[in-house]
């Protein structure tokens, strides 16, 4: 491996930080131990800026790059965006229906167990369906909205890396 820069950010396929790196937890670090990736990160993750500053924080997060692309929004470094996660709200999904019909087969005869023409396949002996008439729609309220308000998880994807940012090495130079 060639020698990183101070303040380089890796991900990692193991649970541990390599010699000469910290895993990006948020811990805050004494300024006195690393002037040099102080030097470049300040307080911009955290810390009073006088005796401690601030790892970055990529725990059950997902890295993104500062700036801003064509429609999207623009962030500053250091900036938690997102969330773990949502409640959507009816306004939220598409207008859509749940129409279901019951097409009820009133003669045994044609109730099979296995699929065939002109047959129902279900049980001969016993019906769900007993005294409703054939090709009826059920009752609107049949089908209702689920969730009860609450939310869900908006995480994506994942593989189980670990983020570690690089405390020693070459200092990088800025045109």
């Not at 000469?20 to 030097?39: D, E, H, R, S, V």
Request: charged letters at 10%.
């Amino acid at each position: 491996m060639t020698e990183p820069y101070i303040g380089e950010i890796q991900i990692f396929g193991f649970n541990f930080a390599p010699r000469g790196w910290a895993p990006c937890t948020g811990a805050l670090m004494p300024i006195q131990q690393n002037t040099a990736l102080f030097a470049l990160l300040g307080t911009t993750y955290g810390g009073d800026g006088k005796t401690t500053y601030q790892l970055p924080n990529l725990v059950n997060r997902a890295a993104c790059r500062q700036g801003q692309g064509p429609g999207l929004s623009n962030y500053t470094l250091g900036e938690t965006v997102g969330s773990d996660s949502v409640t959507l709200t009816s306004n939220e999904m598409p207008t859509h229906n749940h129409f279901i019909q019951t097409y009820n087969q009133n003669d045994v005869g044609k109730r099979s167990g296995t699929p065939s023409t002109n047959n129902c396949l279900g049980s001969p002996t016993s019906f769900a369906f007993a005294g409703v008439p054939a090709n009826a729609p059920f009752a609107p309220t049949m089908l209702q909205p689920t969730g009860g308000g609450g939310p869900h998880e908006n995480r994506q994807p994942y593989l189980a890396t670990n983020f570690c940012i690089a405390l020693q090495g070459v200092f990088p130079a800025f045109p």
